[in-house]
């Protein structure tokens, strides 16, 4: 029996690329399983990760700034010669910044936007940026600002690339070149930019931003909206548009991005389709599988595409909510918590969980193969 396990990371605790393992020796050491790991991810926090294992990329690493401004090491993953994958928690993430320090009025994605200059210097002619796990709230001014905007306040000078510069710009100066390489935005949520569901307020408090500042950074946003709609006549305030803290909104506007489903694009970077072909069965899964998976979340997609060609999928995950919805796109769901435990215990017990419950399952299919007389 072939499985293919093609799992999302499960937040704080696991990676994609170590639950696929673990699904696979513990499938696998019961004799009668063939697995396939192809860990996936839908443009959060580990994306990157997972696109390079399961596509057969390559890492590069640089030297950018960090979403303090100071120096960090980031990594981008090239897929063939021509499609690089970024992932902004990379050179902007909430994971650089100490807890002490968290504040979206001094963060910014200017190293991003290094990493895409980066990018392009290596001929790179596509670059999905995966906009999970930032610590920003600057509309991505500091990011178009590595690529050559410049942002100006009410006397002309130059504000910094930060969500302070956001709230004190008064102009958009464009450079005399945009950058050479199409950008496609990979999010998992499709949030607007502005108002209650929008980019402050919703994410906000995520990074740090302080209930006080919510109104100037949203007056920020909806100046950014006005001044690009100038420019370019394209409303930013669409669909998506509010991921990461603004900046897939200004990249849609400013460099002609595309606002696409990330798991949707990962599982063409990887060919998902095709090694679906002779799989049996499906195993996937996430850290909390609720409502929310089914916006757009890597177990959703993945199942959405098995599904679409006759195959069973199988979804484990730390929690799973009583949801009739959800259960109706799964053939099975499995939580891997055994028992009401703390938050802590269930991240620190994860591994040994899962192992268990992956144990169960392979245990459970060779009880039906055998009743079913294969």
Do not use: W
């Not at 400013?254 to 389709?273: H, R, T």
């Amino acid at each position: 029996m072939k499985i293919l396990a093609a799992p999302n990371s499960f937040k704080e605790s696991l990676t994609a690329i170590r639950i696929a393992e673990i699904i696979a020796k513990t499938l696998e050491s019961l004799h009668s399983f063939r697995v396939l790991k192809l860990p996936v991810g839908d443009g959060g926090d580990g994306t990157l990760d997972a696109v390079v294992y399961s596509g057969n990329g390559k890492f590069k690493k640089f030297k950018v700034h960090g979403p303090l401004m100071d120096e960090v090491e980031a990594r981008i993953g090239l897929i063939g010669s021509k499609i690089s994958f970024i992932e902004m928690a990379e050179a902007s993430g909430i994971k650089l910044v100490p807890v002490d320090k968290r504040d979206p009025l001094y963060t910014t994605t200017f190293g991003t936007g290094e990493l895409i200059l980066k990018a392009m210097e290596l001929g790179i002619e596509e670059i999905i940026l995966g906009v999970g796990g930032s610590a920003t709230v600057d509309g991505g001014i500091g990011a178009l600002s590595a690529l050559g905007f410049k942002f100006l306040d009410g006397s002309g000078k130059e504000v910094p690339p930060t969500g302070e510069g956001l709230i004190r710009f008064r102009k958009i100066v464009p450079p005399e070149k945009l950058p050479d390489v199409r950008i496609k935005i990979a999010v998992d949520v499709m949030n607007p930019l502005l108002g209650k569901r929008g980019a402050v307020r919703v994410y906000g408090p995520q990074k740090g931003l302080k209930p006080e500042y919510f109104e100037p950074f949203e007056n920020g946003l909806k100046r950014l909206r006005d001044k690009i709609l100038k420019i370019t006549g394209k409303d930013i305030d669409v669909p998506g548009a509010g991921a990461a803290g603004g900046i897939a909104g200004s990249f849609y506007g400013l460099l002609n991005a595309s606002i696409e489903s990330g798991i949707e694009l990962v599982l063409k970077i990887i060919d998902f389709d095709s090694t679906l072909q002779d799989a049996d069965l499906v195993i996937t899964g996430e850290g909390k599988m609720d409502y929310q998976t089914l916006f757009g979340k890597a177990p959703f997609g993945v199942a959405k595409h098995a599904k679409s060609k006759g195959i069973p999928v199988i979804a484990v995950a730390g929690s799973v909510e009583d949801d009739e919805k959800l259960l109706s796109h799964f053939d099975a769901l499995f939580p891997i918590v055994r028992g009401p435990v703390s938050l802590s215990s269930a991240l620190k017990e994860a591994e040994k969980n899962l192992e268990k419950t992956i144990l169960s399952i392979g245990k459970l299919l060779i009880v039906c193969r055998s009743k079913g007389g294969e």
